[in-house]
C-alpha cells in the first residue's frame, strides 16, 4: 500500500509537469468537442485523432489519447441529453431518461449529474485499476467464450426492463434488431449474410448509424410532423442545477453504476458496452417508481452514465496489467504505445513506471479538468435548446450526416441513418419503441460469435455452456431471473407492468 | 479548395510535372494496426522523397476489402496509393470460393515496393507440456482434431499459416476464429486455445514474461529477437510464410509516374526516420523494388490460393 502511494506520488509528480498538464488538457477540450459532435463518440474520436498523437513521447500522447476518450464520453452524454442523439452505443440508455428530463425543463439536472455521475465513477474505478489491477487481470482472462455468452445471455434479459408499454411489441422490436445484426460476413463460416454484394455492408451495420437515426432523426422528424410545434424550452439560470431531491435519487445509481460498470468492463471482448444496458436494467428494477423511467427517471441518468465510464476505467485493466486490449479503445490505445516503442504487456509496470503511474494520475487529472470544463458549460449547452426549431433542427441533421459520414468516410453509413430515420418515424407513430432495435443490433453479433466460438472450442457439445463454472453459474443467474419474472403468473399477484396497465397510464413513448 | 483548383489545373493543361499537388495513401484498416503503421511513417519519408504532402487516409471495412477496392477503381495518376497487407492476396480467393464477385482483382494493383515482411511465430500457452514442435506434432497425432488452436479470424493472416502447418504434418487441430491478434493472444493466455500463430511484436512481451512458449517460426531464417526458436525448415518442413506489407497503385500508371514513384519509395525505405519508426513497432523492413516485389507477390499469392481452397467452405465440413 505504502508502496502504491510512493508510486501514485510519482505519477503525480509527473501528470502535473506543465507539459504533461497542457496535454491532458488538450486532450479533454479536444474530446469534448468531438464529443458534442453528434455520430461521434469516443472510439471514431479516438481514432481520428490517434495520428495526431504519433510526434508526442510516450506518456504526453497516453495523456492527450486518455483526455480526448473520457472528453468524447462527457461530451457524447451532452448529445444524448440534449438532442437524443447518442455518440456511441453505450449512451443509448442516456438517450432515453435523459432527453426526457430536457423535454420537462431538466436538461441542467441531467447534464450536472451525467458529469457528476462520471466524476464519481471516473474518479472510484481508477482507484480500483491502481489497486486491483494485477489479480482481477488474471480473473478476466478466464473469460472464454463460453463465459462471455452466458454474460450476453442475462445482457439479453435487460430487455424486459427496457421498455414500459406491451412486453410483445418489445420483444418485436428486439427480434428486429437481432435479426438486424446479422447482417455482414459471418465470422465463423465467411459467407456474406443479407449483404446483397454491398461490400460496405460487410461488417453489418454500425450501431452508432443505427442509434442516431432511430433516436436522434426520428425525434426531429416526428417534431416536425406535429400540428403544432412544441414551445423553445426556455431553462431558467436558477434550474440549472439538480435539485435535493435529484441528488439523492442519484446517490445509490451512481454507486451502483461505478461497481457494476468497472465488473463488466475488465472483461475483455466489448463488453463494456453492455454495462450501461445493465445498469439501467438494474436500476428500474430497484426502483420505487419503475414507472418513471423513460419520462425521465434521474436514476434512469445516473446509473448508466457512471456505469459507463468506470467500464471504460475497467476496460484498462487487462490492458495495463496484461497487453491485452479489452476492446477497441484500448486496442487503440496499445497501437498508440507501440508507436513510441512501449511494448505494452505484463511487464510494463515494472519497465515503464513513469508511463504507468503518470497514466494513472493523469486518469485523475482528466476527471477533475472535465468536471471544472463542463459544469460551467451546462449552462452554454442548455441554451442550444432556446435556438428554434427552424434553425435548430436542420442544423442538427447536418450534423449528424457530417458526424457519420466522418467515422468511416463511408456514404453507405449515412444511408443507413437515414433510412432508420424514417423507419423510426414510422415506428413511433405505430407506438413501438426503438431501443429495443439498437439493442438487438448490438448484442446478436456478440451473441452468436460467443455462442459459436465455443461450440467451436467443445466440437459442438453444448455441454461446454453448463459444465465450465463461471459460464455456469451465470446462466444460473439469468435462469432465477426468467422465474422470478414469471412468478406473477404462478401467484397472480401484479408485477409493476401490470400495475402500470391496470391503472390505465399510457406510457409516454421512449 | 487548393486540392480542388490544383485538380482541375491537372486535368485541363494535363502536363504537370509529377507530383504537383497532395498524394493520399489509403489505408483500408482502422488506425492503429500493422499497415496504418507502416503507412503513417512511410508518408512523412515520401513527404521528403517527393516534395509534396502526403495524406494517409484509413479507410476500413470488410476485413479490408472496402478500402483495396476504393483503390482498384481509382484514377491511375500516382495520387492514390496504398499500403495493403498479406491479405490483398487472399481476399479475393475467399470471394471466388464463395461464387461471389471479388470486390477487386489482384491484377488490378501495381506493386510499388514491398516494404517490411515478419514470419508469425507459433506460439503455446505454457501450462502446455509442449516444450518442441515434435512433442506437439506427436500428441495432436495421437489425439487428432482435439487441441484448439486460435487465430485472427476466419481465413485471415494467422489462419493460412496454421493450415500450411497441419497440412504440411498431417495432422488436424480445432480451430477457435476470433475477431484480431488482440482476442487470439487473450484466447491463449486465458488457456481457451493452446497456440496461435502470432505476429513476433505481438507476442513477444508474452514470450518474455513467461506466459507463451514459442516452438517454431515460419521465415526462411530465424527472427532477430527469437535467436533460439527454429525455423519450420530447420524442423523438416518445406514451408515460409511471411506477415508482409507493400506499397501499392492502381495499375496502369503511366511510365514516368511510376518512375518517381519507385525511387521515392526506395528512398523513403532508406530514411532515417522511417527505419526507426519501423523498429520501434518491431517490423522488420524488408524491401524489394517493383520487380523482385512482382515475381516473389505472385508466387506467393498462388501458394495462398491453393491454401485456401484447401480450407475450403468450412461450414460445409
Same mark, same amino acid.
Not at chain 1, 510512493?6 to 503525480?12: D, P, R
Not at chain 1, 463454472?469 to 451465470?474: E, N, Q, V, Y
Not at chain 2, 499469392?301 to 461450414?315: E, F, M, N, T
Given at each position: ?248 435519487? &442519484? ?24 454495462? &450501461? ?234 | ?9 491537372? $486535368?485541363?493543361?494535363?502536363? *504537370? ?69 498479406? $491479405? ?145 525448415? *530447420?524442423?523438416?518442413?518445406?514451408? *515460409? ?77
Amino acid at each position: 500500500m505504502v508502496e502504491t502511494l510512493q508510486n501514485l506520488a510519482l505519477g503525480f509528480s509527473i501528470a502535473l509537469t506543465p507539459g504533461v498538464l497542457f496535454y491532458a488538457f488538450a486532450g479533454c477540450v479536444v474530446g469534448t468537442l468531438v464529443g458534442v459532435l453528434p455520430g461521434i463518440g469516443p472510439l471514431a474520436g479516438i481514432s481520428l485523432l490517434l495520428p495526431a498523437t504519433f510526434g508526442l513521447d510516450a506518456t504526453r500522447a497516453i495523456v492527450m489519447l486518455a483526455g480526448i476518450y473520457y472528453g468524447a464520453m462527457y461530451g457524447g452524454s451532452t448529445t444524448s441529453i440534449l438532442m437524443r442523439i447518442p455518440g456511441e452505443a453505450a449512451s443509448v440508455m442516456t438517450c432515453i431518461d435523459g432527453y426526457a428530463m430536457a423535454r420537462k425543463g431538466r436538461a441542467g439536472a441531467a447534464l450536472a449529474i451525467a458529469a457528476v455521475g462520471s466524476y464519481v465513477a471516473g474518479t472510484v474505478s481508477v482507484v480500483a485499476l491502481m489497486v486491483l489491477a494485477p489479480p482481477l487481470a488474471s480473473f478476466a482472462l478466464r473469460f472464454g467464450p463460453p463465459e462471455y455468452f452466458a454474460l450476453l445471455v442475462l445482457g439479453l434479459l435487460v430487455l424486459a426492463y427496457m421498455s414500459g408499454g406491451s412486453m410483445l411489441k418489445a420483444l418485436a422490436m428486439a427480434a428486429l434488431g437481432l435479426l438486424g445484426g446479422m447482417i455482414g460476413i459471418d465470422q465463423m463460416s465467411g459467407y456474406f449474410r443479407f449483404a446483397y454484394g454491398v461490400v460496405e455492408l460487410g461488417d453489418g451495420i454500425g450501431v452508432v448509424p443505427v442509434a442516431v437515426g432511430l433516436f436522434g432523426l426520428a425525434e426531429i422528424l416526428a417534431t416536425a410532423g406535429l400540428a403544432t410545434p412544441p414551445s423553445v424550452i426556455k431553462p431558467k439560470l436558477r434550474e440549472l442545477l439538480p435539485s435535493r431531491r435529484e441528488w439523492s435519487a &442519484s446517490a445509490w445509481p451512481i454507486g451502483r453504476g461505478t461497481v457494476l460498470g468497472f465488473l463488466i468492463g475488465i472483461i475483455p471482448g466489448s463488453a463494456h458496452i453492455i454495462a &450501461s444496458f445493465v445498469s439501467y436494467a438494474v436500476e428500474r428494477r430497484l426502483s420505487a417508481h419503475p414507472e418513471e423511467f423513460g419520462r425521465g427517471a434521474v436514476a434512469g441518468v445516473a446509473g448508466p452514465e457512471s456505469a459507463n465510464n468506470s467500464a471504460t476505467s475497467g476496460a484498462f485493466v487487462p490492458m495495463l496489467a496484461l497487453g491485452v486490449p479489452s476492446g477497441p479503445i484500448p486496442a487503440v490505445m496499445l497501437a498508440a504505445m507501440m508507436v513510441h516503442g512501449v511494448s505494452p504487456g505484463p511487464l510494463l509496470i515494472k519497465q515503464q513506471p513513469e508511463l504507468f503511474w503518470g497514466f494513472i494520475a493523469s486518469m485523475y487529472v482528466g476527471n477533475v479538468v472535465l468536471l471544472v470544463l463542463n459544469l460551467p458549460l451546462v449552462g452554454v449547452f442548455v441554451n442550444l435548446l432556446r435556438v428554434p426549431y427552424p434553425v435548430l433542427y436542420p442544423s442538427i441533421v447536418v450534423f449528424c450526416i457530417l458526424g457519420v459520414y466522418a467515422v468511416n468516410g463511408s456514404v453507405v453509413d449515412v444511408w443507413i441513418m437515414l433510412v432508420m430515420g424514417a423507419l423510426g418515424y414510422v415506428l413511433r407513430k405505430l407506438d413501438f419503441e426503438t431501443a429495443p432495435i439498437v439493442l438487438g443490433v448490438i448484442l446478436a453479433p456478440m451473441i452468436e460469435m460467443a455462442l459459436r466460438q465455443s461450440l467451436a472450442m467443445s466440437d459442438g457439445h453444448y455441454g461446454i455452456l453448463v459444465t465450465r463454472p463461471i459460464a455456469g453459474a451465470l446462466l444460473a443467474v439469468g435462469a432465477v431471473l426468467v422465474l422470478l419474472g414469471l412468478r406473477p403468473l404462478v401467484t397472480r399477484s401484479l408485477d409493476w407492468r401490470a400495475k402500470l396497465a391496470l391503472a390505465g397510464t399510457k406510457e409516454e413513448r421512449l | 479548395m487548393l486540392v480542388a483548383f490544383a485538380a482541375l489545373a491537372g $486535368s485541363v493543361w494535363g502536363q *504537370e510535372p509529377y507530383p504537383s499537388r497532395p498524394i493520399t495513401i489509403v489505408v483500408p484498416f482502422p488506425p492503429g494496426g500493422i499497415a496504418d503503421l507502416t503507412a503513417r511513417p512511410l508518408a512523412s519519408a515520401l513527404e521528403r522523397a517527393l516534395r509534396q504532402p502526403v495524406v494517409v487516409s484509413n479507410k476500413a471495412g470488410a476485413a479490408g476489402a472496402v478500402g483495396m477496392q476504393s483503390v482498384a477503381i481509382a484514377k491511375a495518376d500516382g495520387y492514390t496509393l496504398m499500403v495493403a497487407v498479406v $491479405s490483398i492476396s487472399t481476399l479475393p480467393e475467399v470471394d471466388a470460393l464463395f461464387g461471389r464477385a471479388p470486390a477487386y482483382r489482384r491484377d488490378q494493383f501495381v506493386g510499388i515496393a514491398r516494404l517490411n515482411a515478419d514470419p508469425p511465430v507459433l506460439v503455446v500457452g505454457t501450462e502446455w507440456r509442449w516444450r518442441t514442435l515434435k512433442e506437439l506434432v506427436e500428441e495432436a497425432r495421437k489425439r487428432p482434431g482435439e487441441i484448439t488452436y486460435a487465430s485472427s479470424g476466419l481465413y485471415g493472416a494467422s489462419h493460412v499459416p496454421m493450415e500450411m502447418l497441419l497440412h504440411a504434418a498431417g495432422i488436424r487441430m480445432r480451430h477457435l476464429p476470433t475477431t484480431g491478434g488482440g482476442p487470439a493472444t487473450t484466447a491463449v493466455l486465458g488457456g481457451h486455445a493452446a497456440l496461435w500463430a502470432s505476429p513476433p511484436a505481438i507476442a513477444l512481451p508474452h514470450l518474455k514474461s513467461g506466459k507463451l512458449r514459442a516452438l517454431a517460426t515460419w521465415g526462411e531464417s530465424r527472427v532477430a529477437a527469437l535467436p533460439d526458436v527454429p525455423t519450420l525448415k *530447420e524442423l523438416g518442413y518445406d514451408l *515460409e510464410y511471411y506477415l508482409w506489407a507493400g506499397l501499392f497503385a492502381p495499375k496502369n500508371l503511366p511510365a514516368g509516374v511510376f518512375k518517381t514513384l519507385r525511387a521515392a519509395a526506395r528512398q523513403a525505405v532508406g530514411d532515417a526516420d522511417f527505419r526507426a519508426a519501423m523498429a520501434r513497432v518491431e517490423m522488420p523492413i524488408a524491401y524489394q523494388d517493383a520487380d523482385e516485389f512482382k515475381a516473389w507477390w505472385d508466387k506467393d499469392a498462388l501458394i495462398l490460393a491453393g491454401v485456401i481452397k484447401r480450407i475450403g467452405k468450412v461450414a460445409e465440413k
